[in-house]
């Protein structure tokens, strides 16, 4: 009777040992799933931090880009004001365009690199594909306005080109005027003298001597006969004195009375324009000292 007994007996132990390695068993697998599912948990939502870490860094890099129809200081008020965007202005302006258009080609960088992680990590949440839309869609229109920038300054470059090739062009034209002008007047106003001896003014065929008797009581008249060598320039619309030296001089040329006189200035003689526009109507003046 005790033999049977201990045998049911030790076949219950062997089936309640059995029982609960069994259960250990799945215990152990629970546990290990529910730590594995932790685990995944964890990735899943440090994942999804990073996801909104970058998604913020996105959107503050947007925001840097301060993008507008007046980001580059651009106006179209008058030629003054378009001429500033030529040389340095110019050159400022296209480099802010730049720096503008690289910041969003960087954002653009990121936005891709987000997805692509997103992708690999299995992750597919509306709320962050929402995000990233909005993200995408805002740097599509700075993209916009920076091509738009680009033009208006490329078009505002041309323009500003063509009116400084225009000005320039106009003051040459005004320039070559002033000259002509300015040639013209010094023809008109410019006299040219030369001071002499009677010997060597009629060396020079510049006087002859008219009637007398043997030589005198003759009168010293212009030959009219000039060489340009030896005669000096003066223009009487800037200068009114001729400097002759010596203590007595003559003006043999017909040059009007009254449109000059003879002084001494400190025991020298000096010529004195007094009426510039009769005294150059002959144009050679001829002065003999003794």
Known sequence: MRKPVLIALIAAIVIFA?????????????????????????????????????????????????????????????????????????????????????????????????????????????????????????????????????????????????????VAQANQTIAAKDETIEQKRREVSTVYYIIGTKKHLMDLGIVKASGGLLGLGATVLPSGKYDESGWTGLDTDKETTIKIGGIRADVVSPQAKGSYELVKVSEQVELHILNAAEFRKIKQVVIMTP
């Open 18 to 166: 059995a029982a609960a390695i069994v259960l250990f068993q799945k215990y152990t697998k629970t546990n290990a799933d529910l730590m594995e599912a932790r685990s995944g948990e964890l990735s899943a939502q440090s994942r999804y931090t990073d996801a909104i870490g970058a998604i913020a860094e996105i959107q503050d890099s947007l925001n840097a880009i301060a993008v507008s129809g007046n980001a580059v200081n651009l106006t179209q008020g008058n030629l003054k004001g378009e001429q500033k965007l030529n040389g340095p202005s110019s050159r400022e302006a296209l480099d802010r365009i730049h720096l503008l258009a690289a910041s969003i080609q960087r954002t653009k960088e990121k936005i891709h690199n987000l997805e692509d992680k997103l992708k690999k990590s299995g992750i597919k949440l509306a709320g962050l594909e929402k995000m990233i839309t909005n993200l995408k869609s805002s740097l599509a229109e700075r993209e916009m306005t920076i091509a738009k920038l680009t033009g208006k300054v490329d078009s505002l470059s041309t323009k500003v080109n063509g009116l400084e090739t225009s």
